[in-house]
């Protein structure tokens, strides 16, 4: 069943009502939920409630809880992910919503020298991809919302890596060796460049700046398919020193 995120939710004596948001819109008008169905909701926080519906119109939704239950963090290997804005929006969406759905607990776009777009994400546009996120939560039922961060440019990345393990995708890295995946901790930062790659000064910059440089093999990947798969090999097979 999919979880429904909805950040604002308060019980009161066994009872939560949601109004005066999206979701009301898409349970009562959309999915045409009818009173005495049941539904997971989750605050994006790790709080899971299992609800009933006793009431549901067009303004207003209310909720029996049945039961809730606080969930444990689902990935033990943090990926905060660094994405840099792509030509198409529409793959950088792609790239999001399947990131989200393995798990990064962070994302946060990043202007380069080879990104076309340079200007920051707008709010519009950071809105969309929060309600991307929302969709992909629930979807995937992860309890835990992932943090969305207005877009920052290259220069400024190692303001916002914290002590986390650093890793930038490169095509010219040595593909023999693959991902070691032999981490001093479970926090890792990974970078993922736009479709023209990054130049010679922003590689020396990232490797003078502690970023290890890996490659996913010999054949070029689209930026978004490197994402994908750079953060599902992250989380599923790493491997933390003792």
Known sequence: MEYYIYEKISVV??????????????????????????????????????????????????????????IEYDTKVKVTLFLSHLRNMSRFEFAIEKCVEL??????????????????????????????????????????????????????????????????????????????????NYNINLLIGPEGGFNENEVSFLIENGWKTYSLGNRKLRAETAAIVSVYELINHSIIKK
């Open 13 to 70: 004596k066994d009872t939560l009502t949601i109004e005066k948001d999206p979701l009301r819109k898409h349970l009562s008008t959309v999915l045409r939920k009818k009173v005495g169905e049941n539904l997971e909701l989750c605050d994006g926080k790790g709080n899971l409630f299992r609800c009933k519906i006793l009431y549901i119109s067009k303004n207003i939704i209310k909720l029996e809880v049945i039961e809730r239950k606080k």
């Open 103 to 184: 798990g990064v607990i962070k994302i946060i776009p990043v202007i380069t020298d080879n990104t076309v777009n340079k200007s920051p994400l707008s709010k519009h546009k950071l809105l969309r991809l929060k309600n991307i996120i929302k969709s992909a939560t629930g979807q995937s039922q992860r309890c835990y919302l992932t943090e969305l961060s207005e877009s920052i440019y290259l220069k400024d990345i190692n303001k916002f890596t914290g002590n986390g393990e650093k890793i930038v995708m490169y095509e010219f890295a040595d593909y023999n060796k693959n991902f070691e995946l032999n981490f001093n």
